[in-house]
């Protein structure tokens, strides 16, 4: 025993070959991502929560004012107002594109594997939303724009697009669906090579023409990726801010003041730090209902392969 | 003719016809607006009035090209047309190229760095730090924009590439993901072997599993690089002195600068080009890899 707790002292005295515990390997090699997560992730979620409970300008020191700013959004007919443009933005975007892009991953899975061909379609998609809603803002410019331009000598004549309350945001979502569309496309294009050919082979013995074998087997097969696809252009699409911010800036007469544009406005314009961060809560709980329905849709079928 | 005869005829395929014809159309809908960029920036202001419906400018001219990039004087940009007090466009593709070259790198490396060591290490409370990295996947950027603002802000970050680079350098909680994912799909023996012949786990993980993982890495380096080149909020609320501007942010600023009233198209669309040039050239040298990341980040 004596010996024992005598050589005990002795290992200590002689220099420890230092093996690192994995344990303590394991938090230096996550440190700089934990870091990352704790000031630009979890701190931020925490202190949006607790912002969103004050009456803040920036220059003074906040002021508490419990559930105010919730209050004053359900009562804010600008928030309605913001909200239910959003919805219209949404709904003259995500129909239409993803049509489009089933229509175009049928017809490349159909006509043309060419790699060439689907780095064109991708092109649109690989450009800054600024660039974009630039191109498109030069296009659609009512006096020197080419397609106004071309308008001018048909019946239809130039038309305002970006200057009309009532073209503004259809045609803001005509731009998006112009950027997505080809991604969306391959992505149902991949979601597509997925399917198993014996499954076609086996619907053309029995005879099927092409509208059944599409409607009966493509697109049940595809509900995977189709769930996936609407979702995250849902969850996008509601966050429209780049493009009103650089074409219209939520004009003419605010019939493009989106939400984001509005959470913006408050926050960087106006100075309601409190205000902007309980709308940007309520955008949020909005957005995790998309997703819980995502989830719930795709757990729903996930056995139709099988 | 006498083989008609022999050979049960085809019916004509209308419906190929009209898919070829269809998928030609979004083709031409894709690219024409790209080339009304190209023609506009190569046209003077002087002939943007009277070719405004010309699909090609009669006098092609590199001027617009020299003018956004800071290459001619004030007066000779006058006499292009041009305000004069353009936005330095060759100022704003530095910060672009540093604000993305860092982002990329910093993300790729810290991200692999914690992704391996929630593959492959034990630590207490792993899958816990995880989970939270997984729940942060789902909060909107507007809802973090706001309070990372007013922290930037109070380290006197504005207009300063720290304060850009900051909330993406570290990590992204979808890096850290699609990272672990790879990993966990890796066979352990040669880390077990070089574990064995006494490598330590950093030399595990930079002369192993990363040689191993090229495909991924690049995948998410060039998505990242596509998010980060584009990207317009952050550096939109960050940058507001013009020596700190991505070319978005120039852009958009350029943009407003109308002291005629009217926009400076052509130097207006020269920008728009130079911004967009960069992706251009990541589509034509590795046109493949990039279709294949982006069709890839659709399935998760």
Known sequence: ?306 | MTTDAVRPRRPFPFGRLLAWLGLSLIILISLFPIFIVLKTALTSNKALFTEAAALWPSQPTLVNFQRVLGLLSTEQAQAAGGSGSAVNFLGALKNSVLFTGLIVIGQTFFSALAAYAFARLKFPGRDAIFTLFLIAMMIPGIVLFIPNFITVKNLGGLNTLPGMVAPFILMTPFAVFFLRQFFLSLPRETEEAAFLDGAGPFAIFWRITLPMSQGPLATLAILTTIGMWNEFFWPFLIAKDESAYTLPVALQVFKSQTPQGVPDWTGLMAGTFVTAVPVFILLIILGRRVVESLAFSGTK
């Open chain 1, 1 to 306: 025993m004596t010996t024992q707790t005598e050589s005990t002292p002795l290992r200590a005295t002689a220099p420890p070959r230092r093996v690192p515990t994995q344990a303590l390997v394991g938090y230096l090699f996550i440190l700089p991502a934990i870091v990352g997560f704790l000031v630009f992730y979890l701190y931020p979620a925490l202190r949006g929560v607790q912002i969103s409970f004050t009456d803040w300008n920036l220059l003074s020191a906040p002021k508490s004012v419990g559930l105010a700013n919730y209050d004053e959004v359900l009562h804010d007919p600008k928030f309605w107002s913001a909200l239910g443009i959003t919805v219209k933005y949404v709904l003259w975007n995500i129909p239409l594109q993803t049509v489009l892009a089933l229509a175009l991953a049928v017809a490349m899975d159909r006509l043309v594997k060419s790699m060439f061909i689907k780095g064109l379609l991708i092109l649109p998609y690989l450009l800054s939303s600024v660039v974009v809603a630039m191109v498109f803002l030069w296009l659609l410019d009512p006096f020197l724009g080419i397609v106004n331009q071309w308008l001018a000598a048909t019946p239809l004549g130039k038309q305002a697009f970006f200057s009309s309350a009532e073209q503004a945001i259809p045609t803001i979502a005509f731009v998006n669906i112009w950027k997505h569309m080809g991604f969306n496309a391959l992505l149902f294009y991949a979601g597509l090579q997925a399917i198993p050919r014996t499954v076609y082979e086996a619907a053309a013995i029995d005879g099927a023409s092409e509208m059944t074998t599409f409607r009966r087997i493509t697109l049940p097969l595809l509900r995977p990726v189709m769930v996936f696809v609407l979702v995250t252009s849902l969850i996008g699409s509601f966050q429209i801010f780049d493009t009103v911010a650089v074409t219209t800036q939520g004009g003419p007469a605010d019939a493009t003041r989106v939400l984001v544009y509005y959470i913006y406005q408050n926050a960087f314009s106006f100075f309601r730090m409190g205000y902007a961060t309980a709308m940007s809560m309520v955008l949020f709980v909005i957005l995790v209902v998309f997703t819980l329905l995502q989830m719930r849709l795709l757990r729903a079928n996930e056995s139709d392969l099988e």
